[in-house]
């Protein structure tokens, strides 16, 4: 179970690229995505002509990476794929996924309270933050229109609708909901941790050990496709 292994347990599984308190808009019917089905896999691997299976790298940038990557290895073996986990730097990944040189890789993404920055700084073409160089018409000009309206009700149909789009197209795949956890004094009150992981604390190696509560903030962690999109997508079948 990878969020036992690599998150210690303290994770959710990520259904979509929007958590939960993105409310309106994180798309809900998204049962039909992603079900574990060996038969099926081989069945598609063998129609997009690769009945044997083939090879494939991981970059793994740490320890929890390299964790998530063993599991994963451990699911494509039973489909045929064999996958070789290299562990490298974070200035040797982005290296690689700026250049497209990599067949998968794994990182974190904390999301904002705004939407488009979990739509087009992941997905729109050319934006910083679109490792897997994802590139759809149909998604930057929706994308726009979701920024271009006041209305909340519009707003949240569009940004379903591109959930379900890149849901589709798998560029990349989310894994779960991270925990992550701040201390505070019992003595403070009036005190929430927000959505953005913006409240941050700092304290001094003098600082008393006090009786605190605990306040919880999620990131989410991603597996990103783009470079095997490619090769399944020039395969001469």
């Known amino acids: 179970d990878m969020i036992a292994v690599a998150a210690e347990g303290l994770a959710s599984v990520a259904h979509t690229f ?11 019917d998204y049962d039909a995505y992603y079900p574990t089905d060996y038969e099926k896999a ?3 691997l063998a129609e997009a002509g690769y009945p044997n299976g083939f090879e494939i790298e991981f970059l793994a940038r740490d320890e929890a990476r390299v964790l998530q990557a063993q599991i994963l290895a ?4 039973k489909i045929g794929i064999t996958m070789k986990i290299t562990q490298c730097d974070t200035a040797a990944m982005r290296s690689a996924i700026k250049d497209k040189s990599y067949d998968i890789c ?5 999301n904002s309270l705004a939407p488009d920055m979990s739509c087009s700084d992941l997905f729109a073409t050319g934006k910083g933050d679109n490792n897997s160089h994802f590139s759809e018409p149909w998604f930057d000009e929706t994308a726009q229109k979701a920024l271009a309206t006041s209305d909340v009700n519009e707003r949240a149909g569009l940004y379903h609708e591109m959930q379900k789009f890149v849901m589709e197209r798998a560029p990349l795949i989310p894994l779960y909901y991270e925990n992550m956890y701040i201390a505070v004094d019992n003595k403070l009150e009036n005190f929430a941790l927000d959505n953005c992981n913006l409240n941050e604390v700092f304290a001094p190696p003098h600082f008393e050990r006090r009786k605190s509560r605990i306040f919880q903030h999620c990131s989410c962690g991603f597996l990103s496709l783009s470079l095997l999109r490619a090769k399944r997508d020039s395969h001469p079948n």
Not at 106 to 110: H, V
Request: aromatic letters at 18%; charged letters at 20%.
């Open 106 to 110: 794994g990182y974190n993404w904390s």
């Open 74 to 77: 451990e699911s494509l073996k």
């Open 18 to 28: 929007f958590p939960p308190e993105m409310n309106p808009y994180t798309c809900e």
């Open 42 to 44: 081989k069945a598609l």
